[in-house]
């Protein structure tokens, strides 16, 4: 990719701790496409060291249009499984992903549960790694929403989650997640009914 190969990522990451926040929205912008763009790009926007300085965005963000920028380019983060992210990248993400699940924007807890969706496509001590960050509680009430944007990426993250350990699969259904079950099975939406079926 030309912007890769140009050395223009460093500064981007850079411009993420501007105290102008429309040139922190162009740079949050960019790195997340760059991010999306495969294994690679991702794994080299880790390198240059975004994770800490977006997730720094968080608490200094004050409009929601922002956020909702920073919550995708976290999603693009932890996007694409060959190879996933590194097992460090995925910690250092997974509080702010406990934070953001929590938020009152659909979009913003859309984009987490996409996150979550992507690093529970995984091996067991990643799904534990999504378990010890006590997001399950969370994804099983999404499965309720109204949001179809919400309960689409909820659902395949639980569904990722109960594909793990014997002790994984207990604690989802510890949290309930069949009560939602009849309503997903008979969604009005094909696709919902798709995910749900075992």
Same mark, same amino acid.
């Given at each position: 990719?030309? /912007? /890769?190969?140009?050395? !223009?990522? %460093? ?10 926040? $429309?040139? @922190?929205?162009?740079? @949050?912008? !960019?790195? *997340?496409?760059? =991010? *999306? ?7 080299? &926007?880790?390198?240059? *060291? ?13 409009? #929601? =249009?922002?956020?909702? $920028?920073?919550?995708? &380019?976290?999603? $693009?983060?932890?996007? $694409?499984?060959? %190879?996933?992210? !590194?097992?460090?990248? @995925?910690?250092?993400?997974? %509080? ?30 990643? #799904?534990? =790694? ?9 994804? /099983? ?19 990722? #989650?109960? &594909? ?11 949290? =309930? !997640? ?7 099975? &008979?969604? %009005? ?5 798709? @995910?749900?079926?075992?």
């Amino acid at each position: 990719m030309f /912007v /890769v190969q140009s050395g !223009a990522v %460093p500064h981007f990451v850079r411009l993420l701790s501007s105290e102008h926040l $429309n040139v @922190v929205d162009q740079a @949050v912008w !960019a790195l *997340g496409n760059i =991010a *999306g763009n495969g294994s690679d790009c991702r794994d080299f &926007t880790v390198r240059c *060291g975004i994770i800490q300085p977006l997730i720094d965005l968080i608490s200094r963000t004050t409009g #929601i =249009a922002h956020l909702r $920028n920073v919550t995708w &380019t976290l999603s $693009n983060l932890c996007r $694409n499984k060959s %190879p996933p992210p !590194a097992f460090e990248a @995925v910690q250092q993400i997974l %509080p702010a992903l406990a934070h953001l699940i929590k938020h009152e924007d659909r979009e913003v807890v859309s984009d987490t549960c996409w996150a979550l969706s992507y690093l529970t496509d995984a091996s067991t001590d990643r #799904i534990q =790694a999504v378990i010890d960050s006590d997001i399950v509680t969370r994804l /099983v009430q999404l499965l309720g929403s109204s949001e179809i944007s919400c309960v689409t990426p909820a659902l395949r993250a639980v569904g990722n #989650i109960v &594909t793990g350990s014997d002790h994984q699969t207990q604690l989802v259904l510890d949290c =309930a !997640a069949l009560s939602h079950f009849n309503n997903l099975l &008979t969604h %009005p939406r094909s696709n919902i009914q798709k @995910v749900s079926h075992p």
